[in-house]
């Protein structure tokens, strides 16, 4: 044991410049663990006391947890942790324009608008009555030439049986034309 100051100071000069040995630092802590704090040396006792307690602490968890940086993380759960970021992205983001959607005032959810600009709600009433009104243009137009085309079908039709009964069948050869 450590029992002069002279002692004590040399290893602690060893001590702070790194040169002392395992041994020697286990010694000197020791010999400082008698130091009361009033005593000069009380600040290197706390400093050797603090260094030594982080020193075990890693110590013992490097024991405890074998070398983590060698394991690698299955391809999946990457993978899952990928979408699970891009699926909290979308969210997040359908939740901000749900919310600034929502917070807006009932003017502007309804403002129409005609190449980018803002349209007074009698011009959009005019607009769309006019496209209504050609809609049913339309739909009269092409009930009508439904009803034409169901004429032409039905004189073709008659026309076919007509023909069809001019035709004489014979009942081995099939059919075949004659002179009339």
């Not at 600009?117 to 092409?142: F, H, R, W």
């Not at 032409?152 to 023909?163: T, W």
Request: net charge negative; with cysteine.
């Amino acid at each position: 044991m450590i029992h002069s100051s002279h002692n004590i100071e040399q290893l602690l000069e060893r001590y702070y410049d790194g040169l002392s040995t395992p041994d020697e630092e286990f010694v000197l802590y020791l010999a400082l663990l008698q130091e009361e704090p009033g005593s000069p040396y009380y600040a290197d006792r706390m400093l050797l006391e603090a260094t030594l307690q982080r020193a075990a602490s890693q110590t013992k968890s490097a024991e405890a947890e074998p070398s983590l940086s060698y394991q690698t993380t299955p391809r999946w759960k990457v993978w899952v942790r990928k979408y699970a970021a891009v699926a909290a992205v979308l969210i997040v983001g359908g939740v901000g324009v749900s919310f600034f959607q929502w917070g807006r005032n009932s003017r502007q959810a309804e403002l129409s608008l005609r190449n980018g600009q803002p349209i007074p709600q009698e011009q959009v009433n005019e607009y769309t009555l006019a496209a209504l009104s050609k809609l049913g243009d339309c739909m009269e137009l092409c009930s009508e030439q439904n009803e034409e085309i169901d004429q032409i079908f039905g004189r073709l039709q008659d026309s076919y049986q007509s023909s069809m009964e001019k035709i004489p069948f014979v009942s081995e050869g099939g059919w075949i034309l004659t002179g009339n």
